[in-house]
């Protein structure tokens, strides 16, 4: 269908540090990190708890090598991507899948734990796995000079809210 979506976003905390490995040619790069996200709700004594869910997640291209220095147990990130399904026979003979999210951007919400003990907010870093496209806009039209934009225009009398 054309109208189908998939997209996910989540915001955690690095459940282990980001694993990195390599294809057998070297050529390419795969980082692979759990993170775990708690939903809050409230536990029949009327006192809330956590409950955390746990996500695994593939990040490939050269951005997710340059990234595994910062992925550490504990460190809060967000994530964007989409769900993926693998499905094989194991050797018992029993068919298995996995879903597992394929990590297009990723932002460090948190410095690492190594680096200040406790995770701190800290100003926040992006990552996209492919840089956007430049995008392409018409020139502006040229307005003439008496086109009432000087900075009488923008005083609180004339804005219309």
Known sequence: ????????????????????????????????????????????????????????????????EAMSQYLEKGRQVAIQGELRQSRWEGQDGQSRNRVEIYVNNLTLLSQSQSQGGRPQAAPSQSFSQAPAAPRQSAPAPEMPADAGMGPEAFQDDNIPF
């Open 1 to 64: 269908m054309a109208g189908d979506m998939n997209v996910v976003v989540l915001v955690g905390r690095l459940t282990r540090n980001a694993e990195l490995r390599y294809s057998q040619n070297g050529m390419s790069s795969v980082l692979r990190f759990s993170i775990a996200v708690n939903t809050r709700r409230r536990s029949a004594d009327g006192s809330w708890v956590d409950e955390p869910n746990f996500f695994d997640c593939v990040y490939f291209s050269k951005t997710a």
